[in-house]
C-alpha cells in the first residue's frame, strides 16, 4: 500500500523486532534526557491506578513542540499472564499529530519498553558508576534484570561476576543461562545482604513493595540502579539508605510520587539530564554511593517511537490502516 499522510501506521512486535536497533534505542534515550533537561520536552502527569482485578494500569505522556512529537504510552502490569502463558507487563505507544490531533503510528510498546529501560539504566552506570566495577548482584530474573546486565556488561566491560538474588531463594536454570557470557561468572546468592556487601554494582528489578535488603550492607563506593518502583506503594530499596547516598532520578516529581523518593520525600536529588548535558557537574568520589532511580520518562518511548516511524516510513514496514480524521 503506497504511503498516505493520513494512514494510521501499525508496528505489530515483529515490526518493532524488526526496526528496534540498539544505536536507535541509545540515541533515543540520550535525546529524551537532553530534551527534558533543556525543558524542550514536557512530561505530563503520570497516570497509574491499581485495577480491581489486580493488574495496574498507567499512561506515560507527553510532547516536544519543536519536533512535532506528542504521544502516550498506555502500559501497566498484569500478573495473572503468567498463568495464561503471557507476559504480564503490556504496553501500547501512540504518537499523534499535535498540529491535528490524528493518530500517527500505533506500536507494540513491550520491546520499546524494554529497550529504552536498559538503555537508561546503562546511561546511569555509565555516568554515575565506578567504571573499574568488577562484580554486580542484581534482584530479579525476569525480562528486565536480564536487559539491565545485558547492557552492564556493555558499558562495564572489567565486569566479572553477577550474583542474582530470587524472590523463591531457588536458582533459575534458564536466567543463569540466558545471561551466561564468555569471562562472566554467573552465581544464585542465596543471601541478599551478603551478595549486596560484596557488590560494585546492585540492579534492582523487581515488582516488590518491600525493600529487598538491608542499608547497612551496601558498602561506600556502590552505585545503584533502582528500576522497579514505579506505582505507589512499590519499594525496593531500604530505609535509610537514600540518606547516605547521592540521588540520582529520570525525573524528581516522578520520583517523589512513583519511585524509590516517595520513601524519603525530603531527599535532594538531581536528574540525570542535568548530569548528562553539563548542568549539574558529577564527579564521584571513592567512597559515594549513589542511587539512580529509574521511573520511566514518557519522552523516551516518544523519541524511540518517532526513531521507529521514521525508519518503518523509510523501509515500508508495518501495516497502514486509512483513518478518517
Not at 500500500?1 to 540515541?27: F, G, I, S, T, Y
Not at 529497550?115 to 568488577?134: F, I, N, V, Y
Not at 552465581?187 to 549486596?196: F, G, R, T, W
Not at 525496593?236 to 524509590?260: F, K, M, N, Y
Request: glycine share 10%; with cysteine.
Amino acid at each position: 500500500m503506497p504511503n498516505n499522510k493520513d494512514d494510521l501506521l501499525l508496528l505489530d512486535h515483529a515490526d518493532v523486532a524488526a526496526l528496534l536497533l540498539p544505536e536507535m534505542v541509545d540515541q533515543a534515550v540520550r535525546h529524551a534526557f537532553a530534551l527534558h533537561a533543556g525543558r524542550q520536552g514536557r512530561v505530563f502527569p503520570v497516570i497509574r491506578e491499581a485495577l480491581a482485578g489486580g493488574g495496574v494500569f498507567g499512561i506515560k505522556a507527553g510532547d516536544v513542540a519543536d519536533e512535532a512529537l506528542l504521544g502516550f504510552k498506555a502500559a501497566g502490569f498484569w500478573p495473572a499472564n503468567r498463568q495464561r502463558g503471557g507476559e504480564p507487563h503490556q504496553a501500547t505507544v501512540m504518537l499523534v499529530d499535535p498540529a491535528t490531533g490524528r493518530p500517527r503510528c500505533l506500536a507494540d510498546g513491550n520491546l520499546i519498553t524494554t529497550e529504552r529501560t536498559g538503555a537508561a539504566g546503562a546511561l546511569g552506570l555509565s555516568l554515575l558508576a565506578r567504571p573499574d566495577s568488577r562484580r554486580l548482584c542484581v534482584f530479579g530474573t525476569g525480562v528486565q534484570a536480564r536487559v539491565q546486565i545485558r547492557h552492564a556488561r556493555r558499558v562495564l566491560p572489567d565486569l566479572a561476576r553477577v550474583d542474582y538474588i530470587t524472590a523463591g531463594g531457588q536458582p533459575v536454570a534458564d536466567f543463569e543461562s540466558a545471561v551466561a557470557a564468555p569471562g562472566l561468572a554467573v552465581h544464585h546468592a542465596p543471601e541478599a545482604d551478603v551478595a549486596v556487601s560484596l557488590a560494585d554494582v546492585v540492579i534492582t528489578a523487581t515488582p516488590g513493595r518491600q525493600a529487598l535488603f538491608h542499608a547497612d550492607a551496601v558498602r561506600p563506593g556502590t552505585h545503584i540502579n533502582a528500576v522497579g518502583a514505579d506505582t505507589r506503594g512499590k519499594r525496593e530499596l531500604p530505609d535509610g539508605l537514600l540518606a547516605r547516598a547521592r540521588l540520582i532520578v529520570d525525573d524528581l516529581a516522578q520520583s517523589r510520587s512513583l519511585g524509590e523518593g516517595q520513601w524519603a520525600p525530603e531527599q535532594a536529588g538531581v536528574e540525570l539530564g542535568d548530569i548528562l548535558t553539563g548542568r549539574a557537574p558529577f564527579v564521584r568520589q571513592a567512597a559515594d554511593i549513589t542511587v539512580f532511580d529509574l521511573t520511566g520518562l514518557a519522552l523516551q518511548d516518544l523519541t524511540v517511537g518517532q526513531a521507529l516511524l521514521r525508519e518503518a516510513t523509510a523501509r515500508g514496514i508495518g501495516t497502514r490502516v486509512p483513518w478518517h480524521w
